[in-house]
């Protein structure tokens, strides 16, 4: 069975086609990503994906470049162009970080210190814009808050602009590093890079090959940029709260971090049970 071939036929068989040299690539859930992605080139539901509707020409060959690119180990999110979160599809590509399931947690923080009467929250290393755009979407029509977000990519602050428009949200995005030229904030929200730069090279080929350098190194030992921010929030920004993201075994030298800040740690799990979010309160 040939790469081509496995782009004929109904959705159904060229996912079935695909799927072993998926796994041969060393992809995980080789089966859904066939799915998914056969039924994404189809425009298909998954009701007409299972009834065996056919893919036309002009899908059949949407689907094979998908797979020629995805054995690549190109995310699949640049492939198809989008990635939910939260409920709502969001642009990605190249040059912009693909929002995880962990981010949300962000989201809900935010909400929860606009609640307690924050009027600007700000979210730092916005990439797509998908936690900013969630935010200023979820906060009550007609409300006084003000949702802010930088990058330090003119792109990404390009496709979260984009991203804010197509959900109707009301956001400010500014070009800027860290929290640049932003003179206050009640709360303040970052997915900040953490990992070490000499660990990036090992990791899985869709994050170490194909997503910005930018949003994934944190220096030496993962915290250069987390230092900084947490520096600026204590000496000049004085938020209520900043609530960080960091990686797996992370947490609890982040929270050391906090406390030479002045401020008080919290640290929250994740879905999965791993520490992912620290939140500092300065009194």
């Given at each position: 069975?040939?790469?081509?071939?496995?782009?004929?036929?109904?959705?159904?068989?060229?996912?079935?086609?695909?799927?072993?040299?998926?796994?041969?690539?060393?992809?995980?859930?080789?089966?859904?990503?066939?799915?998914?992605?056969?039924?994404?080139?189809?425009?298909?539901?998954?009701?007409?994906?299972?009834?065996?509707?056919?893919?036309?020409?002009?899908?059949?060959?949407?689907?094979?470049?998908?797979?020629?690119?995805?054995?690549?180990?190109?995310?699949?999110?640049?492939?198809?162009?989008?990635?939910?979160?939260?409920?709502r599809m969001f642009q990605v590509g190249p040059g912009v970080l693909v929002p995880r399931p962990e981010t949300e947690?962000?989201?809900?923080?935010?909400?929860?210190?606009?609640?307690?009467?924050?009027?600007?929250?700000?979210?730092?290393?916005?990439?797509?814009?998908?936690?900013?755009?969630?935010?200023?979407?979820?906060?009550?029509?007609?409300?006084?808050?003000?949702?802010?977000?930088?990058?330090?990519?003119?792109?990404?602050?390009?496709?979260?602009?984009?991203?804010?428009?197509?959900?109707?949200?009301?956001?400010?995005?500014?070009?800027?590093?860290?929290?640049?030229?932003?003179?206050?904030?009640?709360?303040?929200?970052?997915?900040?890079?953490?990992?070490?730069?000499?660990?990036?090279?090992?990791?899985?080929?869709?994050?170490?090959?194909?997503?910005?350098?930018?949003?994934?190194?944190?220096?030496?030992?993962?915290?250069?940029?987390?230092?900084r921010l947490l520096d600026d929030c204590a000496t000049r920004l004085h938020p209520r709260l900043l609530a960080l993201?960091?990686?797996?075994?992370?947490?609890?030298?982040?929270?050391?971090?906090?406390?030479?800040?002045?401020?008080?740690?919290?640290?929250l799990p994740d879905f999965n049970h791993i520490d992912r979010i620290v939140v500092a309160r300065w009194p």
């Amino acid at each position: 069975m040939t790469r081509k071939d496995a782009g004929r036929s109904s959705a159904w068989q060229a996912a079935r086609a695909a799927e072993p040299l998926l796994a041969e690539a060393g992809i995980e859930e080789s089966r859904f990503e066939a799915e998914y992605l056969a039924r994404t080139a189809g425009g298909l539901t998954r009701a007409q994906y299972f009834a065996g509707a056919p893919l036309d020409d002009a899908g059949a060959e949407r689907f094979a470049g998908f797979l020629e690119r995805r054995l690549q180990r190109e995310p699949a999110a640049y492939l198809v162009g989008e990635r939910e979160f939260r409920g709502r599809m969001f642009q990605v590509g190249p040059g912009v970080l693909v929002p995880r399931p962990e981010t949300e947690m962000l989201v809900d923080i935010g909400l929860g210190a606009a609640e307690a009467g924050a009027r600007i929250v700000l979210e730092v290393g916005t990439g797509s814009g998908a936690a900013a755009v969630s935010l200023a979407a979820e906060l009550p029509a007609g409300s006084a808050w003000r949702v802010v977000a930088t990058d330090i990519s003119a792109h990404a602050i390009l496709v979260a602009r984009a991203n804010a428009r197509r959900h109707g949200a009301i956001a400010d995005f500014v070009l800027a590093d860290l929290a640049g030229p932003v003179g206050e904030a009640d709360a303040v929200l970052a997915n900040l890079p953490y990992i070490p730069s000499g660990e990036i090279d090992a990791l899985e080929p869709e994050v170490s090959r194909w997503e910005p350098r930018t949003a994934l190194d944190g220096g030496a030992d993962g915290f250069a940029l987390i230092r900084r921010l947490l520096d600026d929030c204590a000496t000049r920004l004085h938020p209520r709260l900043l609530a960080l993201e960091v990686g797996f075994g992370q947490a609890h030298e982040a929270a050391k971090l906090v406390k030479a800040a002045g401020a008080s740690p919290e640290i929250l799990p994740d879905f999965n049970h791993i520490d992912r979010i620290v939140v500092a309160r300065w009194p």
